[in-house]
C-alpha cells in the first residue's frame, strides 16, 4: 500500500515537473511565432501551454493519469 502511495507522489511531481517544461516550451513558441509573424506556431504555442497548466493541474490533484499519457 505504502509503494502505491509512494508511486503516486512520484506520479503528481513527474506531471507537475512535465507540465512545467510544457507550458514553458508552449510559451517560447507562442513568442518565436509573435516574432515571425506566424500565427499557426502561436496557435501551437498557446495549445502546448495549455497541455502544461493542465498536466501541472493533474499533478498538484494527484489524479491519476492515463497510462499513455
Known sequence: M???RDEAAANSVEDQA???GNELKGKGRNALGGLTGDV?????GKAEELKGKAQ???GKAGSPRPENG
Open 18 to 20: 512535465k507540465g512545467l
Open 2 to 4: 505504502a509503494d502505491s
Open 40 to 44: 499557426s506556431e502561436q496557435f501551437r
Open 56 to 58: 501541472q493541474e493533474l
